[in-house]
Each structure stands twice: as structure tokens, then as C-alpha cells.
């Protein structure tokens, strides 16, 4: 395992928690810990939690004292703290607290409701010492409890607290006195002579007896240290280690493959395999209703854009687990092929039709583990899925081309298109829209199925897929806008791209007077913005001709309208040839009323997806690529491809120009398809630069990046802002099926040879030749840029 040496001001990332690869962890009472090798309050090497918000904190430090010096801000230390070793439950480090005193210090979490340490102290001086350690544990608790302090149990001295329903205990070994000040900590006197190390272990364990929680931490104290690290050493072998010509992406490889490894929770009653969550935070991990049905949007499910991206972090290491994720999928599924969108580990469901990605997710998963017998386990109910897209319930105007229910259900939920919780985005209704990136989903989605049913030897459903996929190519193919070398939304019901326009507004009740004739049946919208508690009675009547040539006076309730925060939008389903005014009531004298033509020549990533689906023509991409994506005034910039080329000019709106990574993933996987590997390679490079530099000055990744200054945005360590390991691969052109199998295709686009480990395999990619060494020391030469496959010679049982 490769041995790091990451300080304050490296790219850092140093949350730990239960690892579910190795116990199951609870989901309802998951105590997340996070280590700061210099803490903002104390300045001292800490590991803190909240438990879930059941604290305002809980903080675990060392203090070391000698003569009349003390020291535990880190940067007072002789040596500074550096990172050596990071698992998902696991760090280890080392640093000099004083002139010749040397510690390496183990954190580790073995299960959700304890924490372990090791200090390991050795003399590296020619002088014997004497000193005092204090192991520091300073509990600010909730407003239901105590702080920490010691107290005797079972002839030990102990450290215990209560905060909120929990009675955290500190226990360490050596026979340590309690001590109240200047810290609530436990005591050892320690003497070293010249080279003499000693070996100190620590436990905190929280549960909701005192009682419980020593009893815990006394039977982990007692376990056997060595044989757990080495447990742990052994089970992170499945990580693939990265070489490349930048330390620091080497880091935030490895610390993103730990990173998504942190985010696995379950299994549960109701999903049999591990599942995920967006985040794991030391403010997360706790349910007040004690069965996770309150979770909110970061802890309540798996959709599938989430765990596509995951498995690229997972495969193929734990290719296993990604198995297990696409499995809990048709877990869930209904007779008729509904998959929900979001199952989670508490039984939650969003009752949306899930993103059409799954066969994708599966396929992925196929290459690398080329297992025939998943395929065959996946294959119908994947194709049973498909179907239920193209139901009367999606196909809402029953002309063959889907819409989606809801802005989540994309992947892109800030859309200013479709969010109706900003105030500065449009807010329209999107089942009145038809998509390019939908109809990409569904091309792709059934294309792969042909791929499968073509491996499988199952002829009967090709014909079907394919008219559904030739289907959905056309439509791509009607939504192209030549002239801004993009795909374009189009109206349900016109099938037309309308441009957007406000036909007129006031303030308060009344009338806004039009007496407008369109050229063509056209969409509206309206927009209600209130200060108050003012729209109890709002509705809206308007008097217009329809497209059908009808004169209809339209009536619109306060149901029409969808309401956030006192801003209620309501797209007009009825299409208008005409429109002579409208009719505001039951709103107050200050509130505003809009009228609009709906947009549908917004911009956004989304509008991409049909270069991952391989349904743009190579003319086409190459001038997406030529005029929008490596356009600095489109989306060609520095940190990567924003959501929005020009986002809305409102307060709030500048998550329209953060990158979301798993959108750039596709995209780039799609140049891929299109040999465009140097521009994939350098989309790549512009996403790394933008997650180095919130490593290096956040200690944490971020879901988003500002496409401009690479700013952090949202969620801490979620799942959304973790490196592209698999992208990377792709676009160095290497798939690692086994230690003993590699595929292998072009060349190395990067400007560095790149070496990567993997279970005793060696990949070294240089720009002319790549070198593949197996576990049992053969080697292969390969130069040409041809794809080819490379077997070792595996050992037989």
C-alpha cells in the first residue's frame, strides 16, 4: 500500500465512519468523525463529531506536557502532523510534539457507535524523557446534558458525559488518572529511555447508558490491533493507485476512492445490498424518529445519475458493491417494470419513474467484471423497465417520445428551465416539455439492451428496442439547432422550440390587458410573487382564443399554481392563438403578477447528452465542441463545464455556473466514443484542478465548483463533487477487468506517464509504449494504439 505524506495545505480529505464493506453500519445512529490536523478553536490535532447534531461538539486531542512546557497546537509541534495511511475507518499519521519525542497516532472506526486510537510514543532522542499525556475529550453538549468528566468504573478511570440520549465514555489503557483542568482529560506519566517506544490505546464509544458505552469501549480496547489493521490493509488492496506527473491528483484520486467508499450504508430490511447517501458528515447519521423516514434529500435514496457516478468510483475494485446497488433497483420494481427514481434503506420512495440509466449502470459494470450471469440476472426486468417509459403515464400526448414528472428526476433539479424553488429560474411546468437529454437516456438505454440481448443469444426483443431507439433518434435529431450547435427543448404539444418573452405584469389585483395575436399556438406561463401569507385565495382567469380556433375564458385556482416561498408559478396547459388579457384576483396590493411566453431556448448542460448516447453524427459534435463546450464565452472554462453558459442576472443564481461532475462525466465519456480523447483529457484536467484546489484549501471535495474560479459550492464531501477516477481510466485508455486482464486502447493523452496499481498488477502508460506487469511477474510490451485485450497467465487453484 502506498505510504503518503499529505500536511496542512495538501490535498486533504480526512472523514472517517463504519465502512460498511466490513460492518453494518446503522443508519439510524451513525456517529461520523472528522480529523483536523489543526483546528480553527485549539489549533491542536482533532477529531470531532456532533453525533448527528446531538451535540454541539464533541472534540478528542492530545496534550503533551514536560517540565513547565505544554503543547497541543499543532503549530507549536517540533515535527508537523502529516497523513500516511487513509481507509475509510482508518487514518494514521505521525509528528513531533517536542524536540526528540516522536508519535504516530491510528485513528479507527470499527463500528457506528465507537472510535479507537493508538498513540505509539517513541524517544528518537539520546537523552531518557519524562512527560505527562493527556488524552483530551471536551464534550460542549446539547441543552439536555453534561460535559465530559471523570469518574471511576470497574477500578478504571474514565471520562463520561451525556448529551442529548447519549452517554459517550473515554476509556485508554496504561492506567490513567481522571483529571478535570485545564481540560476534562485522561492522564499518563510516561518515561522513555534513549529508543524505548510505548503503546497507548484509546476508545470512545457513545450509546444511551453509561454502562453500555464502557462496556464497549472496554471489549474494543481488547481487540487485537494488529489483526485489525491488517484487516484493513488487506480489504483496501481493492483501491487502484494512481502514479501521474502530479502528486496531487494522485491524492485526490485516493482520497476520493476513500471518500465514496465512506458514503456506503445498509443493507436493510427493505434493500438487500448496500446502498448509498449523497454525504456522511459529522452532522448527519442521526434519525429523531429512530427509523431513518426523516432523513431529508441527502440520506433518503439511491438515484441512478448518483449511482452511475459512484460506480465509476467503485469499479473495479468493488465492482460487487455496484452490483448490489443496480440489484436493490429491481428490488423494488413493480410487476409492471416501474423502478422508482429514489429507493432508500428506510423504505422511502419518491413514486417517480427512475432516470433511464440503468441498463447503462449494468453494462458498465459487465465490461469490467465480464460476469455473463449478472447480464442474464438483470436483463428482463431492465427491458420490462424501458417499457414502462413509454406508458401513456410518461407519454403523456402519446406520440412516442416521453416527458419527464419532475425536475429531480433528471439530475439537473437547479435547471432554471423547470426549479420552481428559485426565485430567479423560470419555474415552468417540465411534463409540458419534451428533452434531448431524455430522449438520449432512452436512445442509449435501449441500444445497450440490444448489446445484451445480442451477447445473450435473445433475438425476440431486438426488433422492438430498435424501432423505440430509432424513434427516439429522430426526435434527437428534430431538436438539433444548427445554428447554436446545440439540442434544443421542444414544446409537448406544438413540438416547437418557442423563445421566451414577458407579455406583461402588475402589481396587486387586476387586469393586464394584451389584446395579442401569436403567430403560432403558443405556451404561457404565469408568476406570483408575494411577500406574505397572501395567496390563500389567488386565481388567474384567461380570456383568449385556443389553438383550435375556440374562444375560452380560462380559469386558474391557487391549485394551478405551484408554490414556493411565497413565489407560485402555473403553466398554462391550453395552447393560445390569441390572448386579450388577464385577470388577476386574491392577492394582496403588494404582490407582483407576471405573464410570459414559456422558453424553451434556455441553454444547459443536459442539452449534451446525446454525444454520451452516440446519437449526434460526427459533424455534429465536433462543432459542439468547436462552439459550445471549448468556448470560453460558452461553456469552455477554466474549472470545468458550468450548468448554464449565461446564467439568469438574479441573486441565488450562481449555482447556474457551478460544474456538476456527473454531467461532465458524461459528456466526456461520450468525446470518448468519438475519439476525442485530448479533448475528453482536457476536460478532465480542468474538473482536477478545480478538486485539487478545494482539497488543498477546504480539506474537503464540494458537490460543486464554479466553472470560473473553481469556488466551492454545496454539500461538503458529497458524493456529486468526488474525482472522475473511472473517466480518468477511460480517457488514459485503460479498463482493468482483473489483475490478470486489462483492456487497453489509443494512446496517453496526458502530458506525464502514469503508472497504476492494482492487486499486484503494474499499468505504466507512457505516450509511445505501455507496460502491463502481472501479479506474478510477467510483462507486456504494447505499442500500438490499437484496442486490444492482455491476459496474464493466472495461476491455477
Not at 490513567?176 to 522513555?192: F, M, Q
Not at 428496442?465 to 409537448?492: F, G, K, P, V
Request: hydrophobic share 40%.
Amino acid at each position: 500500500m502506498r505510504e503518503w505524506n499529505l500536511k496542512s495545505g495538501d490535498p486533504l480529505s480526512l472523514t472517517i465512519a463504519a465502512d460498511a464493506r466490513l460492518c453494518s453500519p446503522d443508519y439510524t445512529d451513525d456517529q461520523i468523525w472528522e480529523l483536523s490536523l489543526d483546528s480553527a478553536d485549539t489549533g491542536a490535532v482533532v477529531l470531532g463529531s456532533t453525533y448527528g447534531l446531538r451535540a454541539r461538539g464533541m472534540r478528542l486531542f492530545p496534550r503533551f506536557i514536560e517540565g513547565d512546557t505544554s503543547v497541543s497546537d499543532s503549530s507549536d509541534f517540533d515535527v508537523a502532523p502529516a497523513v500516511h495511511r487513509f481507509y475509510p475507518n482508518y487514518l494514521r499519521l505521525s509528528y513531533a510534539p517536542l524536540i526528540g519525542l516522536s508519535v504516530t497516532g491510528e485513528y479507527w472506526v470499527p463500528e457506528s457507535h465507537v472510535v479507537a486510537g493508538r498513540l505509539r510514543i517513541m524517544n528518537s532522542g539520546v537523552t531518557p524523557r519524562r512527560f505527562r499525556l493527556e488524552w483530551v475529550a471536551m464534550l460542549t453538549p446539547s441543552s439536555e446534558g453534561r460535559p465530559m468528566a471523570p469518574t471511576q468504573m470497574d477500578i478504571a478511570n474514565v471520562l463520561v458525559g451525556q448529551s442529548d440520549d447519549l452517554a459517550p465514555v473515554v476509556f485508554m489503557t496504561g492506567g490513567p488518572e481522571g483529571t478535570s483542568s485545564p481540560y476534562p482529560s485522561l492522564d499518563l506519566e510516561v518515561e522513555l529511555l534513549p529508543g524505548q517506544e510505548r503503546r497507548i490505546t484509546w476508545v470512545h464509544a457513545a450509546l444511551d447508558t453509561i454502562e453500555t458505552s464502557f462496556d464497549l469501549a472496554r471489549k474494543t480496547a481488547a481487540r487485537n490491533w494488529e489483526a485489525e489493521v491488517a484487516r484493513l490493509e488487506l480489504t483496501n488492496t481493492a483501491q487502484v493507485e494512481i502514479y501521474t506527473g502530479n502528486p496531487d491528483w494522485d491524492a485526490a484520486f485516493a482520497l476520493g476512492q476513500k471518500a465514496a467508499l465512506n458514503l456506503l450504508q445498509g443493507p436493510s430490511a427493505a434493500l438487500p445490498n448496500i446502498s448509498f447517501t449523497f454525504t456522511r458528515q459529522p452532522d448527519q447519521g442521526y434519525s429523531n424518529r429512530g427509523d431513518g423516514s426523516d432523513y431529508n434529500h441527502l440520506w433518503n435514496g439511491q438515484p441512478p445519475l448518483e449511482a452511475w457516478y459512484l460506480s465509476n468510483l467503485l469499479i473495479p475494485g468493488s465492482a460487487g458493491i455496484a452490483k448490489g446497488v443496480l440489484l436493490n433497483y429491481l428490488k423494488v420494481q413493480k410487476e409492471d417494470g416501474f423502478i422508482d427514481w429514489k429507493p432508500g434503506l428506510a423504505g422511502q420512495r419518491s413514486r417517480m419513474l427512475a432516470t433511464p440509466l440503468l441498463a447503462s449502470l449494468a453494462w458498465e459494470i459487465y465490461q469490467t467484471s465480464e460476469d455473463r450471469r449478472f447480464l442474464e440476472q438483470v436483463f428482463q426486468p431492465l427491458l420490462d423497465f424501458v417499457h414502462a417509459w413509454f406508458t401513456s403515464e410518461q407519454d403523456r400526448d402519446r406520440d412516442g417520445i416521453p416527458e419527464w414528472d419532475h425536475p429531480m428526476q433528471t439530475g439537473y433539479d437547479d435547471n432554471p428551465a423547470f426549479a420552481r424553488w428559485h426565485g430567479w429560474a423560470q419555474g415552468a411546468e417540465i411534463t409540458l416539455f419534451e428533452s434531448p437529454a431524455l430522449c438520449a437516456f432512452l436512445y442509449r438505454e435501449c441500444q445497450t439492451l440490444i448489446k445484451i440481448a445480442k451477447l445473450l443469444k435473445r433475438a425476440q426483443p431486438i426488433a422492438a428496442l430498435q424501432a423505440l431507439a430509432d424513434n427516439m433518434h429522430t426526435a434527437i435529431e428534430a431538436s438539433w439547432n444548427a445554428r447554436a450547435a446545440i439540442y434544443e427543448y421542444w414544446d409537448r404539444d406544438t413540438h416547437r422550440a418557442q423563445e421566451g418573452e414577458e407579455l406583461g405584469k402588475r402589481i396587486g389585483p387586476g387586469e393586464i390587458y394584451l389584446d395579442m395575436v401569436f403567430e403560432l399556438p403558443t405556451r404561457l406561463m404565469l408568476r406570483i410573487e408575494t411577500s406574505g401569507d397572501t395567496t390563500l385565495g389567488a386565481r388567474a382567469f384567461l380570456h383568449g382564443t385556443t389553438a383550435n380556433g375556440q374562444h375560452v375564458v380560462e380559469r386558474l385556482e391557487r391549485s394551478n399554481f405551484q408554490w414556493f416561498l411565497g413565489l407560485g408559478t402555473a403553466t398554462v396547459e391550453r395552447l393560445y392563438a390569441d390572448l386579450e388579457r388577464v385577470q388577476i384576483e386574491g392577492i394582496g396590493p403588494d404582490d407582483s403578477v407576471s405573464l410570459h411566453i414559456v422558453d424553451y431556448r434556455t441553454r444547459d448542460h443536459t442539452q449534451f447528452l446525446p454525444i454520451w448516447a452516440e446519437a449526434a453524427s460526427p459533424k455534429q459534435v465536433k462543432k459542439m465542441v468547436k462552439r459550445n463546450l471549448f468556448k470560453a464565452t460558452r461553456f469552455g472554462r477554466e474549472y470545468g463545464l458550468p450548468a448554464c453558459p449565461k446564467p439568469p442576472k438574479k441573486s441565488g443564481a450562481e449555482i447556474c455556473s457551478g460544474v456538476w461532475l456527473p454531467w461532465n462525466a458524461l459528456i466526456a465519456e461520450g468525446l470518448l466514443a468519438y475519439d476525442l480523447r485530448a479533448e475528453a483529457a482536457e476536460l478532465v484536467t480542468r474538473l482536477m484542478k478545480a478538486i485539487v484546489q478545494s482539497l488543498k484549501q477546504e480539506g474537503a471535495f464540494f458537490k460543486h465548483y464554479d466553472a470560473d474560479s473553481g469556488q466551492t459550492m454545496g454539500e461538503r464531501n458529497a458524493l456529486a463533487g468526488l474525482p472522475p477516477l473511472g473517466l480518468f481510466l477511460h480517457t488514459l485508455g485503460v479498463r482493468i477487468h482483473s489483475p490478470w486482464r486489462v483492456s487497453l486502447a489509443g494512446s496517453n493523452p496526458y502530458p506525464w506517464p502514469v503508472k497504476i496499481q492494482y492487486r499486484g498488477l503494474t499499468i505504466e502508460r507512457s505516450a509511445e509504449e505501455t507496460i502491463v506487469s502481472f501479479p506474478n511477474g510477467q510483462s507486456v510490451s504494447v505499442e500500438d494504439p490499437s484496442p486490444c485485450i492482455i491476459d496474464g497467465q493466472q495461476p491455477g487453484p
